[in-house]
């Protein structure tokens, strides 16, 4: 029978990318141009790259690390409801890379490339600006008109430039590695198959 494997590994990884992840988006505050946007927001990079090693329990600690980090930006409410947001920018190409088990996490093909151009760079990070300058104006922090023409393309681009610049180089280096390790998940949850008794 198959269960959802859930112990010490699970919450280190949870706990480790909570760190980063949080350490990071206040890293990303030197390079805030606007309220919750930055240039370059390396958080990002942490998010995808945790997320497509790491699965489920990269996501979950992004969502804390969001919560955390993103102090420097907004209330906890906020943050609350804008880690659903967040997590989408590493849930997303993680879902792809979990499915499509030919394409490799190292990005050392042309598919796998590309497929992180596309689920990453492009789609991950925007859903992502699409739905946090959402949730700003949801709480009252821009208007819909500042999230339409300025705020959901200065996010896009701040957090594009930190998948691509940031993401490709750790998962070409540091994938082989990491998949070495007792932390790596196969699976996107963790499965294991249970003895019969």
Known sequence: MKRIEFGAKQIAIIVVTTA?????????????????????????AAAIVF?????????IGVYFGTLIGGLAWAPILVNMTGGFTTILEGLIPALIFYTFTNLK????????LVAYLIFAVVLGTFACSLLGNLNYTLWGYQT????????????????AV???VIGIP????????????????????????????
Do not use: C, N
């Not at 500042?146 to 681009?157: A, D, E, M, P, R």
């Open 51 to 59: 997320s497509i090693w790491f699965g489920i329990w990269g996501v």
């Open 144 to 159: 819909m008109e500042y999230t339409w023409t300025v705020g959901i393309w200065v996010w896009w681009l701040g957090d």
């Open 20 to 44: 980063v992840y949080a350490l990071l988006s206040l890293t990303g505050a030197a390079f805030q141009i606007a309220p919750g946007v930055s240039l370059v927001y390396p958080a990002t």
């Open 162 to 164: 930190a998948a691509l």
């Open 105 to 112: 996490k190292d990005l050392t093909d042309k598919r796998s």
């Open 170 to 197: 750790i998962l070409r280096l540091m994938t082989p590695y990491v998949q070495r390790t007792s932390l790596y998940h196969q699976g996107f949850i963790a499965r294991r198959l249970e003895q019969a008794e």
